[in-house]
């Protein structure tokens, strides 16, 4: 990315040359982002982004921080370590945007709402508390979100919000649902290229797939359905 001219921009950065007339965006903007807050971030990634000067985001779980990541046990990696709070304000101070990514990682959009305001105002301030300044960005967790949701981000203060979508982002994106394009373990070098220039990829906004809205409401159909059975068990 450096070599072929990109400018890297942290998620802020890049929802205000959205919308600021005052701001532009560069020619080749790229917004490098992380999810969950794991400490392997602080050893693997952080000299990377150092060495080449680059921003980029950090989404943490702020309720699992100094701890580890007890939501991915189901997947067997509920052991791997999480960054502490020295650790993150060292990150801070690097010039990486750290944002929310909730308490504790839940899918958002099929828990209570209560629950899911707690989830996303709390994170906010404890990163407020702990950083010492305003946190502006929010993750969604999996990329799950709803109308519902989305309004508890703009009611809890942030002024963006990432989901996934694996498509490319735009100037014209949702600043409170920004596509993502997904980079896994085994994207090698020539996939990312391609990715970068959007080859394959669709351009955000656009009308979400049916397919989309038919596996949301299976996942909530099926929340509801086990919330049931556990009311009747109870009583």
Not at 117 to 141: C, M, N, V, W
Not at 191 to 206: E, S
Not at 212 to 224: A, F, G, I, Q
Request: overall charge neutral; aromatic content about 8%.
């Amino acid at each position: 990315m450096r070599d072929q001219g990109y400018t890297p921009l942290t998620v802020s950065q890049f929802v205000a040359g959205m919308s600021d007339l005052e701001e532009c965006l560069p020619s080749k903007p790229v917004v490098i982002t992380f999810d969950d807050g794991l400490d392997d971030f602080y050893e693997n990634a952080l000299p990377v982004l150092n060495r080449y000067r680059f921003n980029a985001t950090l989404y943490i779980t702020s309720g699992f921080v100094g701890r580890t990541s007890k939501w991915l046990a189901r997947e067997g990696e509920g052991d791997r370590p999480m960054l502490n709070w020295e650790k993150i304000r060292e990150i801070d101070n690097c010039g990486i945007e750290c944002g929310a990514h909730t308490l504790t990682h839940p899918q958002l959009d099929v828990i209570r709402h209560e629950d899911a305001r707690r989830e996303i105002s709390q994170s906010k301030r404890i990163l407020d508390e702990h950083l010492g300044k305003p946190i502006e960005s929010f993750a969604y967790p999996h990329g799950y979100h709803s109308a519902d949701i989305r309004q508890m981000v703009i009611q809890a203060g942030y002024s963006s919000a990432c989901a996934v979508m694996h498509a490319m982002s735009s100037s014209k994106d949702d600043r409170y649902a920004l596509a993502r394009i997904i980079v896994k373990s085994d994207t090698d070098l020539q996939t990312l290229d391609r990715l970068l220039v959007g080859k394959g990829l669709r351009i955000a906004p656009f009308n979400e797939k049916l397919s989309t809205k038919v596996w949301r409401l299976y996942r909530r159909s099926t929340t509801m359905l086990k919330e049931r059975e556990t009311f009747n068990s109870a009583s």
